[in-house]
């Protein structure tokens, strides 16, 4: 059970034992909150039959300057792709470095963040993570975080976000502009920020006065999803003449899947996406859609992140002011 290296029992160790992550085990050896007290009595006896024992001097190097901050991103996300380039472009300014741990397969948000928990990252920066409101506070209790893109209310996490509702209500009031009455939304499913941008249609069809013409089609993440959501469209008693889609991938796959179909894209269905990716830039119509800034959410979180390492701030909620972004993808009618 003994680290070879070391040849004394470890945290990983401990956890690996106790069937639970490092950070969970972490938790329960310092008396933190964020663990229930079932999982405490399991980690604790568990620590006391194989005779494990915190490391103090593990606990100072940690308190100590690595000069690392850590990045959990999805690695097949364009967005976020984007802000990672962003914060490549930040980090040179700073006597920092950067870690990056991708979410992935089968590896999660809590798998990434045990990585950069070993790399002794002094604060972290997590890409729209999926990672529950109470680990998230967790976590945030040994290591600084900061979340990006998706609402959080999580105790001592900073936020760096976009107004999720009101960009989709740009897209709503763009496209009703245009002169379309029959619009319709697909989601991002349980996706972080799905439900502020559901929000945010119904709000802004309501203020149209377009509330019973409000359709919610189940969508998600990427281009087979947009594609699932085109085929439900086309099965509507009314065809709708425009769509706003969860992100730009979302919409992608729409795309191609109404084109693939004979369907016109913006002829008879316009169509918005979200992020403002380099997918909107290259979808074979470009797309209409509603701008993140990434380049800027990378810098204040990376400001964030070093200002809360250095203890120079308290844990915040900033929220950016959405842009749309107007190309191919929207046709008037009427």
């Known amino acids: 059970m003994a680290s070879r290296r070391t040849g004394r029992v470890t945290l990983v160790d401990l956890a690996e034992r106790a ?18 007290e079932q999982t405490r009595k399991r980690v604790r006896a568990v620590a006391e039959e194989i005779g494990y024992r915190p490391d103090q001097r593990a606990r100072a190097l940690r308190r100590s ?7 959990a ?13 962003g914060l490549y472009e930040e980090i040179g300014g700073t006597s920092y470095e950067m870690a990056f ?9 809590h798998q990434a963040v045990e990585t950069l928990l070993r790399d002794r990252c002094e604060a972290i920066i997590m890409l729209a993570p999926a990672m529950g409101v109470r680990r998230l506070s967790a976590l945030a209790q040994e290591v600084p975080v900061v979340v990006v893109a998706r609402p959080m209310s999580a105790t001592g996490v900073d936020t760096v976000r976009i107004d999720d509702a009101g960009g989709l209500r ?5 496209l ?24 945010g249609y119904l709000e802004a069809m309501a203020g149209l006065g377009l509330e019973e013409r409000s359709e919610i089609l189940r969508g998600g993440l990427d281009e087979e999803d947009g594609a699932r959501a085109a085929a439900a469209l086309l099965e509507l008693p ?11 991938r979302c919409a992608a796959g729409l795309v191609q899947e109404l084109q693939a179909r004979g369907i016109d894209v913006p002829g008879e269905v316009s169509v918005v996406g979200f992020d ?13 859609t509603v701008d993140q800034n990434p380049r800027l959410m990378a810098r204040l979180a990376l400001e964030r992140a070093i200002g809360r390492a250095r203890r120079d701030y308290l844990a915040t909620d900033q929220v950016l002011v959405p842009r749309l972004v107007e190309r191919d993808s929207v046709a008037r009618v009427g």
Request: contains cysteine.
């Open 276 to 288: 403002d990716s380099r997918r909107a830039r290259t979808c074979p119509v470009p797309l209409t």
């Open 73 to 85: 991103f999805g690695v097949l996300q364009p967005f976020h792709a984007e802000v990672v380039a």
């Open 170 to 174: 740009l897209a709503v009031e763009h």
């Open 65 to 71: 300057s690595s000069g690392l901050i850590g990045v």
């Open 238 to 248: 009314e065809r709708p003449t425009a769509v706003t889609a969860f992100n730009d």
């Open 19 to 36: 069937h639970c992550s490092v950070s969970l085990a972490s938790i329960v050896m310092r008396g933190a909150p964020g663990a229930s």
């Open 176 to 199: 009703a502009g245009a002169g379309h009455r029959r619009i319709v939304h697909v989601d991002g499913g349980t996706a972080p920020s799905s439900a502020e941008r559901r929000e």
């Open 101 to 109: 741990s991708g979410v992935v397969g089968p590896v999660d948000d």
